[in-house]
């Protein structure tokens, strides 16, 4: 509960909250805002506990009544936590009172009413809103926290993984192999420089003799 924890009370009044029944009669509650909630006490509690000194020698015949009384308070309190809270909704003033709708995580709506003048709609908003704050910085905080703690443990794996890979990467690329070349075509093309020396000669050497032999 938010009294075993130690919370605060920032303010204490009277509210009246509409009943699930039928008729949803307006039912007067006892509320205590601290920073982690609001807590619903039934007036009647508060009734017997206030008698409970003026009753002293009327209760004698009932010794488990006074204690089971001082003893059960604490579970018949109704806790309406942040954490479980969505929001304020539906204010409205009409006359005296201000009416309010808490939303509750699951969906469930809870009517509240109260003078005008007290701004209980207010309180509980406010302090609901900064106990999510409180929450989105705690949560902030511990993933930060983790990321921290992760990159403290990365390093030492990730310096084993540089020393094993250097002397592998190393490997000679395949180099471009020098392939022959051609030889020169002309010796194959052509075995003698001059195929067809001899015919072209041979006229002029015949013409030189028949000339010498008309001559004698």
């Given at each position: 509960?938010?009294?075993?924890?130690?919370?605060?009370?920032?303010?204490?009044?009277?509210?009246?909250?509409?009943?699930?029944?039928?008729?949803?009669?307006?039912?007067?509650?006892?509320?205590?805002?601290?920073?982690?909630?609001?807590?619903?006490?039934?007036?009647?509690?508060?009734?017997?506990?206030?008698?409970?000194?003026?009753?002293?020698?009327v209760e004698p015949s009932q010794p488990g009544g006074?204690?089971?009384?001082?003893?059960?308070?604490?579970?018949?309190?109704?806790?309406?936590?942040?954490?479980?809270?969505k929001t304020v909704d539906c204010v409205e003033r009409?006359?005296?009172?201000?009416?309010?709708?808490?939303?509750?995580?699951?969906?469930?709506?809870?009517?509240?009413?109260?003078?005008?003048?007290?701004?209980?709609?207010?309180?509980?908003?406010?302090?609901?809103?900064?106990?999510?704050?409180?929450?989105?910085?705690?949560?902030?905080?511990?993933?930060?926290?983790?990321?921290?703690?992760?990159?403290?443990?990365?390093?030492?794996?990730?310096?084993?993984q540089p020393q094993s890979h250097p002397q592998a990467?190393?490997?000679?690329?395949?180099?471009?192999?020098?392939?022959?070349?051609?030889?020169?075509?002309?010796?194959?093309?052509?075995?003698?420089?001059?195929?067809?020396?001899?015919?072209?000669?041979?006229?002029?050497?015949?013409?030189?003799?028949?000339?010498?032999?008309?001559?004698?």
């Amino acid at each position: 509960m938010l009294e075993s924890s130690g919370c605060k009370a920032l303010k204490e009044g009277v509210l009246e909250k509409r009943s699930d029944g039928l008729l949803q009669l307006w039912k007067k509650k006892c509320c205590i805002l601290t920073e982690e909630g609001l807590l619903l006490i039934p007036p009647k509690q508060l009734q017997h506990q206030q008698q409970q000194p003026g009753q002293g020698p009327v209760e004698p015949s009932q010794p488990g009544g006074p204690n089971v009384g001082s003893l059960e308070p604490p579970v018949k309190l109704k806790e309406l936590h942040f954490s479980n809270m969505k929001t304020v909704d539906c204010v409205e003033r009409k006359g005296k009172y201000m009416y309010f709708t808490v939303v509750m995580a699951e969906g469930k709506e809870i009517d509240f009413r109260c003078p005008q003048d007290q701004g209980w709609n207010a309180e509980i908003t406010l302090q609901m809103v900064q106990y999510k704050n409180r929450q989105a910085i705690l949560a902030v905080k511990s993933t930060r926290q983790k990321q921290q703690h992760l990159v403290q443990q990365q390093p030492p794996q990730t310096q084993l993984q540089p020393q094993s890979h250097p002397q592998a990467p190393p490997q000679p690329q395949p180099q471009p192999q020098p392939q022959p070349q051609p030889l020169h075509p002309y010796p194959r093309s052509h075995p003698h420089p001059h195929p067809h020396p001899l015919p072209l000669s041979q006229p002029h050497g015949h013409r030189l003799l028949r000339s010498t032999s008309n001559s004698a």
